[in-house]
């Protein structure tokens, strides 16, 4: 499987730049997701690296091997770099049945009818739709026409596959579904995924590393467990997360190494890192997540219910604390009234500053109330 690299890669249509001077490493048999809003350039970059994009400036290799480099004037077509790309709309072959629909691209490629019986079955077998090989796509559901999409670009086994935000057509449950799916298709062909979507929840869920982008510039590249709890700025803090963070004016007061006393919710309250505090101005924004702020009756942070929003398995509950709204995650079944006095406390050791007006990240650590 393949090593994907691309070195100082940039894209401008005419006086706008889609992507903005991007270094990406992308290991073998990864499951790496390009994420961010619409228009931040995860689409243009995925389709540069596939060929079907020609980037302005910068290096691409694929495998060892340079498929792009604009100093050069090497481009590699899409054909001859051995990659998949699955798009989303499935664009399957009305006319043809799932069994030929999978077959066409081996057939143009001359594999033997034999070859093309035997790969054909494994990729029924591997995706469950085995009873489906004579069936059209009309008379198949959503989920069914992206198993024979992923089968049909798995069929001349690519080194890579691309994925252009395929689940965005289905509905929430065959999601949930398919996000399964496409997880153990991953473990089950080690081949190397690059998934492009603007859902943070698919990225979280299935990736082995974000890409998470904004404005055509990288904002953070790492595991999604890391991007969630340590994110590099405000922006990424604020994408990833559902319910969103809580952020939260405060002033530094006076502080050393790893302590800090900050003014928070109209009082002083102690800050410790998990390293040296880096260097900041006097106003901080406090990043606490949901289930950080759990509802207790001796909390110390009093506040108003301003919603409650039960699911069954967990409530959301927005409050108003001076002033500013916090969202809290719990536990159950629950329910305010409008206006009914709510405490609330802080706990756990993922509380983040961030530095104004930029929205560094400058600490993580824990609150003393």
Same mark, same amino acid.
């Given at each position: 499987?393949?090593?994907?690299?691309?070195?100082?890669?940039?894209?401008?249509?005419?006086?706008?730049?889609?992507?903005?001077?991007?270094?990406?490493?992308?290991?073998?048999?990864?499951?790496?997701?390009?994420?961010?809003?619409?228009?931040?350039?995860?689409?243009?970059?995925?389709?540069?690296?596939?060929?079907?994009?020609?980037?302005?400036?910068?290096?691409?290799?694929?495998?060892?091997? !340079?498929?792009?480099?604009?100093?050069?004037?090497?481009?590699?077509?899409?054909?001859?770099?051995?990659?998949?790309?699955?798009?989303?709309?499935?664009? %399957?072959?009305?006319?043809?049945? !799932?069994?030929?629909?999978?077959?066409?691209?081996?057939?143009?490629?001359?594999?033997?009818?034999?070859?093309?019986?035997?790969? !054909?079955?494994?990729?029924?077998?591997?995706?469950?739709?085995?009873?489906?090989?004579?069936?059209?796509?009309?008379?198949?559901?959503?989920?069914?026409?992206?198993? !024979?999409?992923?089968?049909?670009? %798995?069929?001349?086994?690519?080194?890579?596959?691309?994925?252009?935000?395929?689940?965005?057509?289905?509905?929430?449950?065959?999601?949930?579904?398919?996000?399964?799916?496409?997880?153990?298709?991953?473990?089950?062909?080690?081949?190397?995924?690059?998934?492009?979507?603007?859902?943070?929840?698919?990225?979280?869920?299935?990736?082995?590393?974000?890409?998470?982008?904004?404005?055509?510039?990288?904002?953070?590249?790492?595991?999604?467990?890391?991007?969630?709890?340590?994110?590099?700025?405000?922006?990424?803090?604020?994408?990833?997360?559902?319910?969103?963070?809580?952020?939260?004016?405060?002033?530094?007061?006076?502080?050393?190494?790893?302590?800090?006393?900050?003014?928070?919710?109209?009082?002083?309250?102690?800050?410790?890192?998990?390293?040296?505090?880096?260097?900041?101005?006097? #106003?901080?924004?406090?990043?606490?997540?949901? #289930?950080?702020?759990?509802? #207790?009756?001796?909390?110390?942070?009093?506040?108003?219910?301003?919603?409650?929003?039960?699911?069954?398995?967990?409530?959301?509950?927005?409050?108003?604390?001076?002033?500013?709204?916090?969202?809290?995650?719990?536990?159950?079944?629950?329910?305010?009234?409008?206006?009914?006095?709510?405490?609330?406390?802080?706990?756990?050791?993922?509380?983040?500053?961030?530095? #104004?007006?930029?929205?560094?990240?400058?600490?993580?650590?824990?609150?003393?109330?």
């Amino acid at each position: 499987m393949p090593h994907i690299s691309l070195e100082h890669i940039t894209k401008r249509f005419g006086k706008f730049v889609a992507v903005d001077d991007l270094d990406l490493e992308i290991d073998d048999r990864g499951f790496i997701t390009l994420l961010g809003p619409s228009g931040c350039g995860k689409t243009t970059t995925l389709r540069m690296i596939a060929g079907l994009e020609t980037p302005t400036e910068g290096r691409i290799t694929l495998d060892g091997k !340079v498929v792009f480099d604009a100093d050069k004037g090497i481009n590699i077509p899409p054909a001859a770099r051995d990659i998949g790309f699955l798009f989303q709309n499935y664009a %399957l072959w009305p006319h043809m049945t !799932v069994y030929q629909n999978i077959a066409f691209g081996l057939e143009n490629l001359k594999w033997s009818k034999q070859d093309i019986r035997k790969r !054909v079955d494994e990729l029924l077998a591997l995706l469950k739709i085995e009873d489906f090989e004579k069936r059209y796509p009309s008379e198949l559901s959503g989920g069914q026409q992206q198993r !024979v999409a992923i089968a049909r670009t %798995l069929a001349p086994s690519p080194k890579v596959l691309f994925m252009d935000e395929p689940l965005s057509n289905l509905d929430a449950k065959l999601r949930q579904e398919m996000r399964t799916e496409l997880k153990r298709l991953h473990s089950d062909t080690n081949s190397t995924f690059v998934y492009v979507t603007h859902d943070q929840l698919e990225a979280m869920t299935l990736s082995t590393k974000v890409c998470l982008m904004n404005n055509g510039v990288l904002q953070q590249y790492a595991p999604p467990l890391t991007v969630y709890n340590e994110p590099a700025n405000r922006f990424v803090a604020e994408f990833v997360g559902n319910p969103t963070m809580n952020f939260v004016p405060a002033q530094f007061v006076s502080g050393e190494g790893e302590q800090a006393v900050l003014r928070l919710f109209g009082r002083e309250v102690r800050f410790t890192a998990r390293g040296p505090i880096a260097s900041h101005g006097g #106003e901080l924004t406090v990043g606490i997540r949901p #289930e950080f702020l759990p509802i #207790e009756a001796d909390g110390v942070i009093q506040g108003i219910a301003y919603s409650t929003l039960p699911s069954g398995m967990e409530t959301t509950v927005k409050a108003l604390v001076d002033g500013v709204m916090l969202t809290s995650v719990v536990f159950g079944s629950v329910d305010y009234p409008v206006d009914a006095p709510i405490r609330m406390n802080i706990r756990g050791d993922g509380i983040i500053l961030f530095d #104004e007006p930029g929205g560094r990240q400058i600490a993580i650590g824990s609150l003393a109330l």
